[in-house]
Nanobody, 122 residues
Framework: VQLQASGGGLVQAGGSLSLSCAAS????????MGWFRQAPGREREFVAV????????YYADSVKGRFTISRDNAKNTVYLQMNSLKPEDTAVYYC????????????????WGQGTQVTVSS
């Protein structure tokens, strides 16, 4: 599986961005899909995950109520809608394919996209 993330950019605090992650391969719908982020000098952290069928989601407390993960298996694409952005959301955002039902740990993800930069100015 190859993943291509897009949609990052520069936005003011309180603004919104929508990230997309397009996957190649016919097995996309077999995987849970997750979003992670990594800020400079910090470890990669979990943001959100969606199960293979798209009917279950789970979020990090830091983004709950502001971010929404979704997927379209017909388009082999997973999305992350980010609203009410804060400067602390600034990071490189990565999508990844996960093993298991709703994985939240980096080590449970096998394939990673290249990342897309999100910068939130105050």
């Amino acid at each position: 599986v190859q993943l291509q993330a897009s949609g990052g950019g520069l936005v003011q605090a309180g603004g919104s961005l929508s990230l997309s992650c397009a996957a190649s391969g016919r097995t996309f719908s077999f995987y849970a899909m997750g979003w992670f982020r990594q800020a400079p000098g910090r470890e990669r952290e979990f943001v959100a995950v969606i199960n293979w069928g798209g009917d279950s989601t789970y979020y990090a407390d830091s983004v709950k109520g502001r971010f929404t993960i979704s997927r379209d298996n017909a388009k082999n694409t997973v999305y992350l809608q980010m609203n009410s952005l804060k400067p602390e959301d600034t990071a490189v955002y990565y999508c990844a394919t996960g093993s298991g039902y709703m994985p939240v740990f980096v080590q449970d993800y096998a394939y990673w996209g290249q990342g897309t930069q999100v910068t939130v100015s105050s």
